[in-house]
């Protein structure tokens, strides 16, 4: 099999985003997978920056078995040895909070989103070829951009052509609840297999993402 891990940014790279690279370039190694890159207007000019990540739907990748997108503050932690690759299946990530905005996004295009039909968390996606093609069928630009592109973005745009596609709601979920998208302040955190850092601290007050690193790497989880 040929996989590859993708992580996309538009404008230079900051501390944190260099530091995510790196750690999932070492990751990606780990999986015995390939690791790019993709920065600026690569799925449509003057998107914004989360639906860009739509071009993991396309057919430039297609020559690669699954495709993982992987927000740019992601981390996988310390000491994870679980292959996302070969070791789990699925789509994405479908908790309560993933439950409460798909009927948020329903609620606000009910003629476009179904909720039978399948809605991921946008933080990170494990697509196969197939999957990806599938996907990529339904994608009308028009539809999708004046839709999505200022409210729910990328994950408003999955879920329209998941929708059109009839992927099952639920039926494509990474296990383990929050393990692969393990917000930097949840508890649990400990056992997770993916961390994103997040500007909310462990105490609910705001502050500065490299912190809230820097605090998970003193804590060894990161």
Not at 15 to 29: F, G, H, T, V
Not at 85 to 114: A, C
Not at 139 to 153: A, S
């Amino acid at each position: 099999m040929k996989n590859i891990i993708l992580q996309h940014y538009t404008g230079k790279l900051g501390e944190l985003e260099k530091l995510s690279q790196a750690n999932m370039i070492k990751y990606a190694e780990f999986c015995e997978a390939e690791y790019k890159l993709v920065q600026g207007d690569v799925f449509g000019e003057g998107l914004k920056t989360c639906a860009q990540k739509m071009y993991m739907l396309d057919e430039v990748w297609d020559e690669y078995d699954i495709v993982v997108m992987i927000d740019i503050d992601m981390f996988t932690r310390k000491g994870m040895t679980t292959n996302i690759f070969t070791e789990v299946q699925g789509i994405g990530m479908y908790t309560d909070f993933q439950r409460n905005l798909h009927r948020k996004l329903w609620s606000q295009f009910p003629t476009l989103i179904d909720t039978r039909f399948g809605y991921w968390g946008g933080a990170i996606y494990r697509l196969t070829k197939e999957q990806r093609k599938m996907l990529r069928s339904h994608i009308n630009m028009e539809e999708l951009t004046t839709n999505f592109n200022d409210v729910f973005q990328d994950e408003g745009m999955m879920a329209r052509l998941a929708t059109l596609a009839r992927i099952p709601n639920n039926a494509e979920v990474l296990p383990g609840g929050f393990a692969w998208c393990h917000c930097s302040y949840r508890k649990g955190i400990e056992n997770s297999e993916m961390i994103h850092i997040r500007p909310t601290t462990e105490h609910g007050t705001k502050g500065k993402k490299i912190e809230n690193y820097q605090a998970l790497v003193k804590r060894g989880l990161i």
